[in-house]
């Protein structure tokens, strides 16, 4: 996996910035019927109008009797961004244990986790029976839970905040970046960027890549 131990970790986001323009739940949305509604809550959300528990169970509401198998199809035309396979390959190279931090669903997260080779990833779930979902959420996860699990995850790879970097877009970024030691704005919101070291406008994850590489050179 990495020649030596590593220097770092890198914690990506999903929705906005992994997945362009819109968010993963609301394209599962669309074959869920509850897209439009979805939408609406996710802008509400941006704006701080509601919050991460809210959205969660007006989309979770959406998934009740679908069997846990229909999901991956759906999954397979996600619209994401180009370059993931290559900045996922860039950070092992370099020592960086490339990470999902996210508030998307835990089937997103695992699937992501699995097609691009990222090390881990931490989100919320969906209540699950017989592989069906019942429309209940399992565990809420908001952003300070996003900020949370990466610090754990980072103390269990014996690396402190400061050798880590976060990647995102928008509100559910904001705690992670104010904990680690380089935050890149990926296309991202007004809010996300002044709160960020660096802001990258690219339709190519690796536009993220020069920011990144400063972990390899700052001392621990």
Request: aromatic content about 8%.
């Amino acid at each position: 996996m990495y020649s030596s131990d590593p220097v770092g970790a890198v914690f990506f986001d999903v929705d906005g910035t992994l997945v362009p323009g819109t968010s993963s739940s609301v394209h599962l949305a669309g074959f869920l019927g509850h897209r439009e509604e979805l939408a609406e809550a996710e802008d509400a959300y941006a704006a701080g109008a509601v919050d991460n528990r809210q959205v969660s169970e007006l989309d979770a509401a959406g998934w009740a009797g679908v069997h846990e198998d229909e999901v991956t199809g759906w999954l397979d035309g996600l619209p994401l961004v180009a370059g993931i396979t290559e900045t996922v390959a860039w950070c092992r190279r370099n020592g960086l244990v490339p990470v999902l931090a996210t508030l998307a669903w835990s089937p997103v997260g695992s699937h992501l986790t699995d097609r691009f080779g990222f090390h881990t990833f931490s989100g919320p779930e969906l209540e699950t029976v017989g592989g069906r979902f019942t429309g209940r959420v399992a565990r809420h996860f908001d952003e300070y839970d996003k900020r949370d699990a990466a610090l754990a995850l980072a103390r269990e790879l014996g690396l402190p905040p400061r050798a880590c970097g976060a990647v995102g877009d928008s509100r559910s970024d904001l705690p992670l970046f104010a904990s680690v030691g380089l935050s890149v704005a990926f296309n991202a919101s007004p809010g996300a960027r002044g709160a960020a070291t660096v802001a990258v406008d690219d339709e190519d994850l690796r536009g993220v890549l020069p920011p990144l590489s400063r972990l390899l050179t700052s001392p621990l």
